[in-house]
């Protein structure tokens, strides 16, 4: 099995910033893509952003300009270095990682989720 274990979250002013971890562990071989999802009480789980194991970003469009991500390959880690936060950021952040592991199965892990609250 594959674990995720993100940390970083809590309550932010807005207008404030939070970086975001997670951590791949578990019977893995390599990770192709790695990213962040967000769910808000009562909405959908959109996707937050992605990068490949190339470094290609990929971001939604209401966040390209204040997130950013960036993963370290060789400790499988993924990092969201958010700034300029707002209200509606308010969510909570689920990392993900699309792994092929020493089995050579390819799969889709989540991570428990990290609150991240942004209020005055």
């Known amino acids: 099995q594959v674990q995720l274990v993100e940390s970083g979250g809590g309550l932010v002013q807005p207008g404030g910033s939070l970086r975001l971890s997670c951590a791949a562990s578990?019977?893995?071989?390599?990770?192709?893509?790695m990213g962040w999802y967000r769910q808000a009480a009562g909405e959908q789980r959109e996707l937050v952003a992605r990068?490949?194991?190339?470094?290609?970003?990929k971001y939604a469009d209401s966040m390209k300009d204040r997130f950013t991500i960036s993963r370290d390959n060789a400790k499988n880690t993924v990092s969201l270095q958010m700034n300029s936060l707002k209200p509606e950021d308010t969510a909570v952040y689920y990392c993900?990682?699309?792994?092929?592991?020493?089995?050579?199965?390819?799969?889709?892990?989540w991570g428990q989720g990290t609150q991240v609250t942004v209020s005055s």
């Open positions: 578990g019977s893995i071989l390599s990770i192709n893509a």
């Open positions: 993900y990682a699309n792994v092929k592991d020493r089995a050579l199965r390819t799969s889709n892990y």
């Open positions: 990068i490949t194991s190339g470094g290609n970003t």
